[in-house]
DNA sequence: TCATCATTGTAGTCAACGACAACATTGGCA
DNA sequence: TGCCAATGTTGTCGTTGACTACAATGATGA
């Protein structure tokens, strides 16, 4: 491991690892495999035989992102407790890794995908909001959510906290506490998701 | 015009047109100034005579993006009629602008800016959702729109419309139409707008 | 009318980058 | 043990943003 006359050993690893730092630091833009590759100590075209070219690190960094993302989000979802509060889970937790990994959510989201690894991130993507479809659809059950497809009631969720997101990354916020936006939005979309004439919840 | 021996004319508006359709077609990072000067037929530095770097021409764009985003809003926000179908005619008008204008969008509301027009793009992004906020307040007068800042309800509206945007550039929202995905959540944002104990509107 | 000079465009240069090709080293496997 | 695929290196090319020095232009004012 300290040794590495030659071969690095877990370039790979290393690579993604730095690249992730880069990226929280500076965002995608100020990513770049040559000064990559003199963080670690490795020559100018190591990296290639890793990742084919810039884009295939970015992607690899998303599908890292949305594997990270999709576990926190689960454990909200599998939390125990009643629907609306797991909705709630749901949606802080979200915030939380927006917020704190800006950056690379952006990454994750924004189409600028290779073709092969735009399947994969698509599909990873779609992971997120089935989870919080399945949620919904145990709302349904219990009678906290209203009727409809819990995969496009998921979308509308999904859209609340993702464009939350975005407002608070972009500085759009002001001086409005990112928590105290996060609840109103919360209380708006549990509200919006109520089965109309039952009482929206505080 | 069609002279142009030495001087351009204008070439600062002719860069802003060009690098307007390059950001639809091939976004921000397909945006090369030297490719700009190419096109324009001038030498590769002329644009920095107008755009002190890439950042500049880019924050301009943006600039130029919200101007005639928030002109259209307004006129939304103006049109006659009741605050729920204002509202909605709002949101779909931003989700219009929105994926038509893709790429420009990204631009202007990602927080990749220059110190000094961060502080005009702000201001800019800002209108946007005070156009959004009167509206929510002449609800509040008509009792249409529950209790609240209409500024922070504002930006959960917001954060609803714009967060269905970026899923829907991004690729997630699947088979789902897009004017569909659009109304579910008018739907539902109405619906969580409203007060409590009044029926959710259709 | 003409000199002046700020504005606007040009030519040249530099360092950094992504990408590629040719070559070197290593370690595992037959 | 010798071969070979995986992995890392060196060298190079074309592109880019940024900077500097220089040139053309046209408006201003004597």
Known sequence: MTDRSYHHGNLRSALLERAEEVLAAAGAEGLSLRALARDLGVSHAAPSRHFRDRQALLDALAVGGFTRLNARLQAEADAPGPVAARLAGLGR?????????????????????????????????????????????????????????????????????????????????????????????????????????????G
């Open 93 to 201: 937790a979200y915030l939380d890794f927006a917020v704190t990994h800006a950056p690379l959510l952006d990454l994750m989201f924004t189409a600028k995908h290779a073709e092969g690894s735009s399947e994969e991130l698509r599909e990873l993507g779609h992971h997120s909001m089935a989870v919080a479809a399945g949620l919904l659809a145990a709302g349904q059950q219990e009678g906290a959510v209203r009727a409809g497809d819990p995969a496009r009631l998921a979308q509308v969720a999904f859209s609340a906290l993702h464009g939350l997101a975005a407002l608070a990354v972009g500085g759009l916020l002001d001086d409005t506490p990112l928590p105290e936006a996060t609840e109103l939005t919360l209380d708006v979309l549990l509200a919006g998701l109520t089965p109309v004439a039952a009482g929206a919840g």
